[in-house]
């Protein structure tokens, strides 16, 4: 689970460290850009929005800096308690790091999700840059009338165009960040891209080969985790992971016929964890049923969504 170093600075300079949390609306690129910058993917990405439901934590070393990514469920408004839940964690981390990246889609300029969030960033007196994705999308002129409105409305300590899926200008966002960073500690080692244990890590990669390959209300209904998680004597790591859904209905969708959809969903999960792990993996899925559960606090608690 490493990543690459990636600063040329110095080694006179002085180490610099600090968290910085990215915000924006469901399905602008958050998780992408996060997986980018860290050089490894632990954070899983669908075109289904409010992907991400933790705030996940990723850790890049450079030669002279830490920095700490808070890749923070998209805003929006809530239709159950998990979705509070989601929205609390995504404001929450506005508080606790040195600089906020807000994060939009210039393909689709600016809406009432971005006025929401700026209402919001203008409560904080921390650094916000505007970070402009998927800019292989659209053409100088339309990315430059899209700085414009944005400006208009926020005072951006910097504004940064940039491809999260092709990683254009994301080197140059790093070093900036840098710039805003503190001196201070190595907070965890270099080697290590997230502080989240193995097991969370594991069940979103489950979680998104389900989004991927399932549609209408199925994403939203499923959460994954894992029951079990051993090496065996010969190496191999072997995980019992559950699969909850909200209906008997949505259940046979996970399946599928003669557990065709199951299978193939454990055989893309397992590609992924293997490479994860760097281990040989035997993957044993289940699908069982917990009735609205997106709406029941105690049943949110036992699936670790809690708000601090």
Known sequence: MANAAGSKKGSEAKFRSGFVGIVGRPNV???TLMNRMIGQKIAIMSDKPQTTRNKIHGVLTRDNSQIVFLDTPGIHKPNSKLGDYM???AEGALSEVEAILFLVDVAEGYGGGDRFIIERLKSVKTPVFLILNKIDKIDDEKLMKT????KDRYDFAEIIPISALQGS?????????DRYLPEGPQYYPADQVTDHPEQFVCAEMIREKI?????????????????SMK???NGVVHIGAVIFVERDSQKGIIIGKQGALLKEVGKQA????????????????????????????RVLRDLGFRNE
């Open 169 to 177: 200008n994301v080197e140059r966002l790093l070093d900036q960040i």
């Open 147 to 150: 700085i414009i409105e944005y």
């Open 87 to 89: 929205v609390k964690a």
């Open 211 to 227: 989004l991927q390959m399932t549609r209408e209300e199925i994403p939203h209904s499923i959460a994954v985790t894992i029951e």
């Open 29 to 31: 690129g958050k998780s």
């Open 231 to 233: 090496v065996q004597e």
């Open 270 to 297: 397992r590609r992924d964890i293997e490479k994860l792990l760097g281990s040989k993996t035997f993957l044993e899925l289940w699908v069982k049923v917990k009735k609205d559960w997106r709406n029941q606090d």
